[in-house]
């Protein structure tokens, strides 16, 4: 896949570090050392520029209190989670809200809605984490990327297929906490990508949606099924 500069790694999960074409490093849901899909070598967060939080979950949130620490990037997030985010990590936090687009280093990133929860474990208690969001990331050489987060099928992805336009779709496929193969390929009618890459699945026992299930559902899509530790582009 020619992503014009851009190079996306998987490292498992729903974890993406992408490099931009203007040199940035992008982190999407920074989950590593407990991440047992993550390799080895990448469990050591070198550098990264922006951090996108999708929701509060700790398989998603679990490294981002201490990467924000050590490495100062900007980090993203729902409103109520990033002012968790703040409290903890003493940083600010770049909050915002659905529908609301900021420019953030050589990117610009969409938040779009996600159908599923967002409370925040803390301490023993579970605290509100406002609500769950998917990212479409517009790099500087014109590429959109979405990432859906955590989520069910929604009819709105359509809308997010009219107005955005991502040409790759990161979508859950696991099933139990989220969409699986069946759902997610009527997800790719409604996004209408030209490619798809299946995350959120095969981590535990319960997320059992393949991305070759995906493959024979999914019509006039590419299905780009990537191993973790796997760069693209
Ligand atoms: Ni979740
Ligand atoms: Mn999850």
């Known amino acids: 896949m020619n992503l014009k500069g851009i190079k996306l ?3 498992g999960h729903a974890t993406f570090r992408i490099e931009t074409p203007g040199g940035k490093t992008v982190i999407i849901d920074p989950w590593v050392v407990g991440n047992p899909m993550c390799p080895q070598n990448e469990k050591d967060v070198k550098t990264v520029d922006v951090l996108l939080c999708t929701h509060a979950h700790g398989d998603h949130i679990g490294d981002a209190v201490e990467i924000a620490k050590q490495h100062n990037p900007v980090v993203v997030a729902i409103y109520e989670l990033g002012l968790w985010l703040e409290r903890k990590t003493g940083k600010q936090v770049s909050g915002m809200g659905k529908g609301g687009t900021q420019t953030v280093g050589d990117l610009k990133v969409t938040m779009v809605h996600a159908d599923h929860s967002c409370g925040i474990e803390d301490g023993g208690q579970v605290i509100y984490g406002g609500e769950a969001c998917g ?9 959109k990327m979405y990432h859906a987060g955590d989520t069910a099928v929604f009819g709105d992805m359509r809308i997010i297929g009219d107005l955005y336009a991502p040409s790759i779709a990161m979508l859950p496929i696991g099933g139990h906490y989220t969409m699986g193969p069946r759902e997610a390929a009527y997800a790719c009618k409604l996004l209408r990508p030209k490619a798809v ?3 959120h699945f095969g ?3 319960v997320l059992t949606g393949k ?3 995906l493959k024979k ?10 191993k ?3 760069t693209i582009g």
């Open 197 to 199: 890459i299946p995350m």
């Open 135 to 143: 990212y479409v990331i517009e790099f500087s050489n014109g590429i």
């Open 9 to 11: 790694t998987w490292l």
């Open 203 to 205: 981590t535990f026992p």
């Open 217 to 226: 559902l999914a019509k006039g899509v590419e299905v780009v099924e990537m």
């Open 211 to 213: 991305p070759s299930e």
């Open 228 to 230: 973790p530790g796997q």
